[in-house]
């Protein structure tokens, strides 16, 4: 079980954190990774951060301005967005792979998805 927080409005260039809050099990215990959902636009994988080591992957248009993370003791997971565009705007969900050690942004790998969190990227 998951659930996103800390969406919102916010400018072009600003920042926000996205946090999934797990329970029923350890975040270093399973793959976890950021997608996202534009209206009338596929899910696509934003980051992942892997169960084995804590290996991250991002989508191409991300790096270097979104950064994941994970916060063991809290049980949290994070999403670091910095220099927002407007085309980051969409919906962001938590998902969770159970099977897979290592992390991709394929969402078929995932099992488990929150509820979402609305971002809005606008002047």
């Known amino acids: 079980h998951v659930v996103e927080s800390g969406g919102g409005l916010v400018q072009p260039g600003g920042s926000l954190r996205l946090s999934c809050a797990a329970s029923?099990?350890?975040?270093?215990?399973?793959?976890m990774a950021w997608f996202r959902q534009a209206p009338g636009k596929e899910r696509e994988g934003v980051s992942c951060i892997s169960a084995m080591y804590g290996d991250t992957s991002y989508l191409d248009s991300v790096k270097g301005r979104f950064t994941i993370s994970r916060d063991n003791t809290k049980n949290m997971v994070y999403l670091q967005m910095n220099g927002l565009k407007p085309e980051d705007t969409a919906v962001y969900y938590c998902a969770v792979d159970t099977l897979r050690d290592f992390c991709g942004l394929v969402s078929r790998e995932y099992d488990y998805w929150g509820q979402g969190t609305q971002v809005t990227v606008s002047s």
């Open positions: 029923g099990f350890t975040v270093d215990r399973y793959s």
